[in-house]
């Protein structure tokens, strides 16, 4: 890639990577209501289907100029890590408060794919970036209320529940985002592709013990596959972002995701804002400006 080339993806890397994030945001939130409508596993399997569905689309559609099977098995492993993710995401949104869950799960996430990338993979961070990485944390954990804890010192057994669910989804949050940079960019998007099928594969048996939870409005079903598909757009867009600048860096930013769903939670859940939590949106939002210019 010429010099042009290299700015123009230096661009278009932090760009690509918030894209990934404000999908990611909006799909979590929906995902999220849709949970408390209908089986938690039902949001989750349909999901991933609607998901494989537009992968397949997307991957046909976009030139591959040489899909090798090392980049299939990538794509296979991210998928695992998004089944994991999205079924404690989903079970944990559906009792629990949207502000608490996803964010939660968000902020180990990008602990250990920072930390897979800066030990294993060369990421060398500007100063700058590091800045913005060592902000990010932090600030989605106050955005998640910053485990403030309910009145009489305990909180609400469901939430601690729902926190659990937040820190399981968070180790495929990792998996999903690591494995899936290490596909070549030769392969077009058939690594996304094969990593949505990993998924249905994955959850189809655990699934089927929730068949009868299955006989819904197809209205709400179809709900369920578009937002996978929503989902696998994020995850399309990610993919874009990390073959344009470091790991560390397209992970932090992707995973500024649960600003979106916290804001909407907020606003249209009616749920209590804290000074925490504004206190974490205004870190959070510093820590784009300081990984974008890093």
Same mark, same amino acid.
């Given at each position: 890639?010429?010099?042009? /080339?290299?700015?123009?993806g230096? $661009?278009?890397?932090? *760009?690509?990577?918030l894209?990934?994030?404000?999908c990611?945001g909006?799909?979590?939130f929906?995902g999220?209501?849709l949970?408390?409508?209908?089986h938690?596993?039902v949001?989750?399997f349909? &999901?991933? %289907?609607?998901? =494989?569905?537009?992968? %397949?689309?997307?991957?046909?559609? @976009?030139?591959a100029?040489?899909?090798?099977?090392?980049? %299939?098995?990538?794509?296979?492993?991210? /998928?695992c890590g998004?089944?994991v993710?999205?079924?404690?995401?989903n079970?944990?949104?559906? $009792?629990?408060?949207?502000?608490?869950?996803?964010?939660?799960?968000a902020?180990?996430?990008?602990?250990l794919?920072? *930390?897979c990338?800066?030990?294993? =993979?060369?990421?060398?961070?500007?100063?700058?970036?590091?800045?913005?990485?060592g902000v990010?944390?932090?600030?989605?954990?106050?955005?998640? &209320?910053?485990g403030v804890r309910?009145?009489?010192?305990? $909180?609400p057994?469901?939430?601690?529940?729902?926190?659990?669910?937040?820190?399981t !989804?968070?180790?495929?949050v990792?998996?999903?985002?690591?494995?899936?940079a290490?596909?070549?960019p !030769?392969?077009?998007l058939w690594?996304?592709?094969? /990593?949505?099928?990993?998924? @249905?594969?994955l959850?189809l048996?655990h699934t089927?013990?929730?068949?009868?939870?299955?006989?819904?409005?197809p209205?709400?079903?179809g709900q369920?596959? =578009?937002?996978?598909?929503?989902?696998a757009l994020?995850?399309?867009l990610?993919?874009l972002?990390?073959?344009q600048?470091m790991?560390?860096?397209?992970v932090?930013?992707?995973?500024?995701?649960? !600003?979106i769903?916290t804001?909407?939670? *907020? !606003?249209?859940?009616?749920?209590?804002?804290?000074?925490?939590q504004?206190?974490?949106?205004?870190?959070?939002?510093?820590?784009v400006?300081?990984?974008?210019?890093?």
């Amino acid at each position: 890639m010429g010099a042009a /080339g290299a700015g123009h993806g230096e $661009r278009m890397g932090p *760009l690509l990577a918030l894209a990934s994030a404000a999908c990611y945001g909006l799909v979590d939130f929906l995902g999220g209501l849709l949970s408390r409508r209908i089986h938690f596993a039902v949001v989750t399997f349909l &999901g991933q %289907v609607g998901g =494989l569905l537009f992968a %397949v689309v997307a991957a046909v559609l @976009v030139p591959a100029d040489a899909v090798r099977s090392a980049d %299939v098995l990538w794509g296979a492993l991210s /998928g695992c890590g998004s089944a994991v993710a999205m079924h404690f995401l989903n079970r944990g949104l559906s $009792r629990g408060a949207m502000s608490i869950v996803v964010p939660v799960s968000a902020v180990t996430g990008i602990a250990l794919s920072v *930390l897979c990338g800066v030990c294993f =993979l060369g990421d060398r961070p500007t100063p700058l970036a590091w800045l913005g990485i060592g902000v990010t944390a932090p600030a989605l954990w106050l955005v998640s &209320g910053g485990g403030v804890r309910a009145r009489r010192g305990r $909180r609400p057994a469901a939430d601690r529940q729902a926190s659990m669910d937040g820190l399981t !989804a968070s180790l495929g949050v990792a998996l999903q985002y690591v494995c899936l940079a290490q596909a070549d960019p !030769a392969g077009g998007l058939w690594p996304v592709a094969a /990593g949505r099928l990993a998924a @249905v594969l994955l959850l189809l048996p655990h699934t089927w013990q929730y068949a009868s939870h299955f006989r819904q409005p197809p209205r709400l079903l179809g709900q369920a596959a =578009l937002i996978g598909a929503g989902a696998a757009l994020g995850l399309t867009l990610y993919l874009l972002a990390a073959q344009q600048q470091m790991l560390a860096i397209a992970v932090v930013l992707a995973s500024l995701y649960p !600003a979106i769903p916290t804001i909407l939670g *907020l !606003a249209a859940l009616h749920e209590k804002v804290t000074g925490r939590q504004v206190v974490g949106l205004l870190s959070a939002g510093a820590a784009v400006v300081l990984l974008s210019l890093g």
